[in-house]
């Protein structure tokens, strides 16, 4: 159980929970958004199983839970007695930002769902206030974009945040991958197609690897390719993404782009990205 982390998310409507929940989500930790208050410890107790591999648990919660307080705060006094660490992530914002949000979503506030904004938002605020004084940790994201909250998290968490990239190879003839973000057309390489003895194989191979990389075209390819990444990948950090990917095509999507696709998630790795290398099309024979 000491290396369990868990984590309970509250604070005002309007406030950010949901992303914070989702930033959580990315780091690893199983989100379950407005569980009943009563199910708290057996759910705790579930996940600390012997044999479970569950080991970051963060739990929604808020007044859409009904009776939140006198169930709430019941169950994190069952959880301490029981010797269950966890922490409180408390989210707030000024009442001129929260009336704001609930503006432009056009969203009723839970407990003013036929009254004034407002009057939701201080209600809420003064039942929620026995639980702000226990929080771990109190965000007020008045000023924070979505990104900035979710660099909050991370910074929480300890945790350098980085791209899962995923690095496929692909045969134009066959179709372009549908959820690439960044395609390169590698046609314009030398074919080992043309070579006899090396049409057999693909880019796997090191002949076909040497006889591609070989040409002085492919290495500087290569090198302005890797430039640009460079400037891509820290922009799409900070724009909060956490995935991407890049695909890479020839013609059959067997050599010059299998060749390529092995470097440059060789690479992405040296930059401690996390990569997934995926040759969609090299097992399909007979093509070029």
């Given at each position: 159980?000491?290396?369990?982390?868990?984590?309970?998310?509250?604070?005002?409507?309007?406030?950010?929970?949901?992303?914070?929940?989702?930033?959580?989500?990315?780091?690893?930790?199983?989100?379950?958004?407005?569980?009943?208050?009563?199910?708290?410890?057996?759910?705790?107790?579930?996940?600390?199983?012997?044999?479970?591999?569950?080991?970051?648990?963060a739990?929604?919660?808020d007044?859409?839970?009904?009776?939140?307080?006198?169930?709430?705060?019941?169950?994190?006094?069952?959880?301490?007695?029981?010797g269950?660490?966890?922490?409180?992530?408390?989210?707030?914002?000024?009442?001129?930002?929260?009336v704001?949000?609930?503006?432009?979503?056009?969203?009723?506030?839970?407990?003013?769902?036929?009254?004034r904004?407002?009057?939701?938002?201080?209600?809420?605020?003064?039942?929620?206030?026995?639980?702000?004084?226990?929080?771990?940790?109190?965000?007020?994201?008045s000023?924070?974009?979505?990104?900035?909250?979710?660099?909050?998290?991370?910074?929480?968490?300890?945790?350098?945040?980085?791209?899962?990239?995923?690095?496929?190879?692909?045969?134009?003839?066959?179709?372009?991958?549908?959820?690439?973000?960044l395609?390169?057309?590698?046609?314009?390489?030398?074919?080992?197609?043309?070579?006899?003895?090396?049409?057999i194989?693909?880019?796997?191979?090191?002949?076909?690897?040497?006889?591609?990389?070989?040409?002085?075209?492919?290495r500087?390819?290569?090198?302005?390719?890797?430039g640009?990444?460079?400037?891509?990948?820290?922009?799409?950090?900070?724009?909060?993404?956490?995935?991407?990917?890049?695909?890479?095509?020839?013609?059959?999507?067997?050599?010059?782009?299998?060749?390529?696709?092995?470097?440059?998630?060789?690479?992405?790795?040296?930059?401690?990205?996390?990569?997934?290398?995926?040759?969609?099309?090299?097992?399909?024979?007979?093509?070029?």
């Open positions: 159980m000491s290396d369990l982390r868990f984590a309970i998310v509250t604070g005002l409507s309007g406030a950010g929970k949901t992303q914070a929940l989702r930033a959580l989500e990315d780091l690893g930790y199983f989100c379950v958004d407005n569980l009943p208050p009563s199910l708290v410890t057996k759910f705790a107790e579930l996940v600390t199983q012997p044999g479970g591999v569950i080991r970051r648990v739990l929604g919660m007044v859409r839970g009904g009776e939140f307080f006198q169930g709430m705060l019941q169950s994190l006094e069952d959880l301490a007695s029981l269950f660490p966890y922490r409180i992530l408390f989210l707030e914002a000024d009442d001129e930002t929260l704001r949000r609930f503006k432009e979503t056009r969203r009723l506030h839970p407990l003013a769902p036929h009254g904004v407002l009057e939701g938002i201080r209600e809420e605020r003064q039942r929620l206030e026995p639980l702000r004084e226990r929080a771990t940790t109190v965000i007020d994201t000023i924070l974009k979505p990104q900035s909250l979710r660099q909050e998290i991370f910074d929480l968490e300890g945790e350098l945040r980085r791209l899962v990239i995923t690095v496929v190879s692909f045969g134009f003839k066959h179709g372009l991958p549908l959820d690439a973000d395609v390169f057309d590698l046609r314009f390489l030398p074919n080992p197609n043309s070579v006899e003895a090396l049409r194989h693909d880019g796997n191979h090191p002949e076909v690897a040497g006889y591609v990389m070989g040409w002085p075209v492919a500087r390819f290569l090198q302005r390719l890797f640009l990444l460079d400037f891509l990948l820290p922009h799409y950090l900070q724009e909060g993404r956490t995935q991407l990917a890049i695909a890479l095509g020839c013609t059959g999507g067997r050599h010059r782009s299998v060749v390529l696709a092995n470097r440059v998630a060789a690479w992405l790795r040296r930059k401690d990205h996390g990569v997934i290398l995926e040759h969609r099309d090299v097992a399909r024979e007979g093509q070029v």
